[in-house]
């Protein structure tokens, strides 16, 4: 069973806004009761930060100097929330686990605002990125959250050992990855579209990989595409399980890193149906 990275620390911010601490808070709390081992991040460096963010954006993030929006509230101590959820996804990537910390960060990029799109989606360091980057292996990054990660796609665009996969909602935020470009492969869906054609359109970009060149799988695990959560595409929890199959089946080191998913239970079922899957193969 794959280990769970997590802190409470994660939870001490944001009560008031829809990407608070009550979303993770009590699924974290069923998934102890389901058994899951659940371990202490690390906390990013500077210097891991650096390899995938300027250090211009690294001091205006430090000093609360960002450039507000609604989405991205410029909190007391956000800067180290931030690194905290980022060290969480190195700790992921280091073990082959999942990262279950706040804030997300597949909105963002190297310089904040990613792909023109001036908010940045709850996100303030692309904690993914950061991951792949420390472990600079081949690798091919599977953005299954309902929303297209602009920032994530703006910082591997064009990379050559950085394959970038996602499936999403194509009516809603971001309003990018309508197309697919180099190693960028993009799969706009349509809201509520099921897992039937979410599955096939899965495994029809999974065929698009050369999995012989990938080292590693790092996954950007949204929820929010449970049916009735914030970027619907009519999935279930059977879904979800379909979907760590899929996964395991490459038999490629995977690592899993919390993004969207705004309802608690979704969230935890989710997690817990992706993780069986997996193991399931």
Do not use: W
Request: charged share 25%; aromatic share 10%.
């Amino acid at each position: 069973m794959k280990k769970i990275f997590f802190s409470k620390e994660c939870l001490n911010y944001g009560a008031f806004h829809i990407e608070g601490p009550e979303r993770i808070e009590g699924a974290v709390k069923g998934l102890k009761e389901k058994g899951y081992l659940f371990c202490k991040p690390e906390i990013a460096t500077e210097k891991e930060l650096l390899l995938v963010h300027s250090k211009k954006y690294i001091e205006e993030l430090k000093r609360g100097e960002l450039m507000r929006c609604p989405d991205t509230p410029v909190y007391d101590g956000i800067y180290d929330h931030a690194r905290f959820s980022a060290g969480s996804a190195i700790s992921a990537a280091k073990s082959e686990g999942f990262s279950m910390m706040r804030p997300p960060g597949h909105h963002v990029g190297s310089e904040g605002f990613a792909l023109g799109v001036k908010s940045r989606g709850f996100c303030y360091l692309n904690n993914i990125a950061i991951a792949v980057k420390c472990l600079g292996k081949r690798t091919l990054i599977i953005d299954i959250d309902g929303h297209h990660g602009n920032g994530t796609e703006e910082i591997f665009k064009g990379n050559k050992d950085v394959s970038f996969l996602s499936l999403h909602c194509r009516s809603i935020y971001p309003g990018t990855g309508l197309s697919s470009q180099g190693n960028c492969f993009n799969f706009p869906l349509r809201e509520n579209c099921g897992g039937d054609i979410y599955l096939r359109t899965l495994k029809r970009g999974l065929r698009m990989i050369d999995m012989e060149k990938v080292e590693l799988i790092a996954v950007s695990a949204g929820f929010d595409g449970f049916k009735g959560d914030l970027a619907s595409l009519g999935l279930a929890g059977d879904d979800f399980f379909e979907i760590g199959k899929l996964l395991g089946k490459e038999k490629r080191p995977t690592f899993f890193v919390l993004e969207g998913g705004y309802v608690s239970a979704n969230i935890e079922e989710g997690i817990d149906k992706i993780l069986k899957g997996f193991e399931r193969k």
